[in-house]
């Protein structure tokens, strides 16, 4: 398999979750910008839509959109502790977190790294995502992780996406259960390696 990926983006998600799954897989990173891999090509020759993360399969199809990629990986990868079995209500959890992350807070960074939006608006917009933050901080209180005791896919993308507020000034760290969370998420071996293998901490 192939991961193509911008470092920090949040296609570092699936990348963790390809290391926490023992997976084989390979690296691509892509200049979004200009639309170039590392490896030459043309990226809207491999996807139409030119964004990050997408996997290339091993039979050479691709696979887009980064919670789908998560689950595909851990499946691939029969990982159960990544992504509980299929039908479980525990996978469900995961899968609920999942779409939480990418709808409520994911898409809610956009408008502070759109360079068209003006300072009120920001505001406005980092108020909103703060709330939820604080929301998120209270389900970590007394558990290691979002569904409990095991890492998740769902944990490798809030550690992503929340890795993001000190690019937009947006100041977490009286959260102290998301940092307490973050701390430990950033400890785990997998992490490391594909923090460095990214480029986001030196190796």
Known sequence: MKLFFSPGACSL?????????GADFSLDQVDIPNHRTASGADYYSITPKGQVPLLQLDDG?????????????ADHAGATSLLPAAGSTARYRVM??????GSELHKSFSPLFNPAFDAAAKTIHAGLLR?????????LA??????GDDFTVAD??????????????LDLSDLAHLQAFLARVAGRPAVQAALKAEGLIPA
């Open 13 to 21: 998600a699936p990348h963790i979750v390809l290391r926490e799954s």
């Open 61 to 73: 199809s691709t696979l887009s959109e980064g919670a789908i990629i998560a689950q595909y990986i």
């Open 96 to 101: 609920e977190w999942q779409n939480y992350i």
């Open 131 to 139: 709330k939820k933050f604080e929301w998120v901080d209270t389900k």
């Open 142 to 147: 007394g558990t290691d992780y979002l569904t």
């Open 156 to 169: 490798a993308y809030l550690f992503t996406v929340a890795g993001w507020a000190k690019m937009v000034a």
